[in-house]
């Protein structure tokens, strides 16, 4: 019953949150555009894991330490916690835009509702870290109250932010499930000259329940799972670059197509990649590789 109440609520924002997202989303994606780099820094390519994702623990726990502290009446202690916290959380508000930069749909209505609700509780902690300072060595009542409300705003934004990973699914592995069977199994492709695959373009092919995105370079078969590990996108529909790359056509990951290594964000994970070869009588199979 809470739950659905919780849902009804967030939704209930969509009247703002749909129109701040698409502006903050056309900034956020042409802003990050330009330096590609420093996005998939933040995103975390690196990393084969969310960034924003680590960053976030940071800062709720250290603001926690906030109120133990003025509990404990140990107001030196507070302040030096609370600018600690405040610039943990503008670390991970900048992972976090950086994946917002490519955020769809509901996931980025919620995603607005979190930041928005992030951006809040920072202004309260901004405000209450001047307000201890301007009370040294004496506290402020002042600024401990607006800690405290600070971070239960803190504290709906992240229940927030788990819907959009957990509920929404934004920046999870679209892979994650999907098994690595050794067995070969007989390939479909959507197109043939003959016998023969088309080469140097993508083609869309079958393997069993998936699907496939094939490029032929002579007589090697390159292939990936055709589902984008990022958001889903499919990659048959995307763009062959340098012959080696196959890039998104929804937010542009590029990954390599002899073993599927992610080059670009926004995606971090890695796209299952598999072998192909002829059929003994003619046709194809395929096999992911290990």
């Known amino acids: 019953m809470l739950a659905r109440m919780l849902v009804r609520l967030m939704d209930a924002q ?3 949150t749909r129109p701040l997202g698409d502006l903050a989303f056309r900034f956020l994606h042409w802003l990050f555009g330009l330096m590609p780099a420093i996005r998939d820094l933040l995103i975390g390519r690196w990393l084969g894991h969310p960034l924003h994702a680590v960053l976030t623990d940071a800062p709720i726990g250290i603001l926690f330490l906030v109120i133990v502290f003025d509990v404990l009446g140990n107001q030196g202690a507070a302040t030096v916690t609370l600018a600690v916290g405040v610039l943990a959380m503008l670390a991970a508000a900048l992972a976090g835009f950086a994946d917002y930069a490519d955020t769809d749909g509901k996931a980025r209505e919620r995603a607005t509702l979190h930041s928005s609700l992030m951006l809040l509780a920072l202004l309260g902690y901004l405000i209450s870290l001047a307000l201890r300072l301007g009370s040294n060595p ?29 509920v929404l699914g934004n920046m999870v592995n679209r892979h994650a499930f999907r098994g690595a069977g050794t067995k070969w199994i007989a390939l479909e492709p959507a197109e043939l000259a003959g016998d023969e695959i088309p080469e140097g373009r993508l083609v869309k092919a079958k393997l069993d329940i998936n699907q ?3 490029v032929r370079q002579g007589e090697q078969i390159l292939a990936l799972h055709d589902t984008c590990a990022h958001a889903g996108g499919p990659l048959n529909e995307g763009r062959l670059i340098d012959g080696r790359l196959v890039e998104c056509p929804w937010h542009a990951s590029r990954y390599r197509l002899s073993d599927g290594l992610v080059v670009q964000g926004p995606s ?23």
């Open 14 to 16: 969509g009247f703002w």
């Open 138 to 166: 004496a506290p402020s009542g002042g600024g401990v109250l607006l800690s405290v409300l600070s971070f239960l705003v803190l504290s709906a934004a992240a229940y927030v932010g788990g819907d959009v990973v957990y």
């Open 212 to 214: 496939l995105v094939l």
């Open 268 to 290: 971090v994970y890695d796209q299952p990649s598999y072998e192909v070869r002829r059929r003994e009588g003619g046709g194809w199979e395929a096999r992911r590789r290990a």
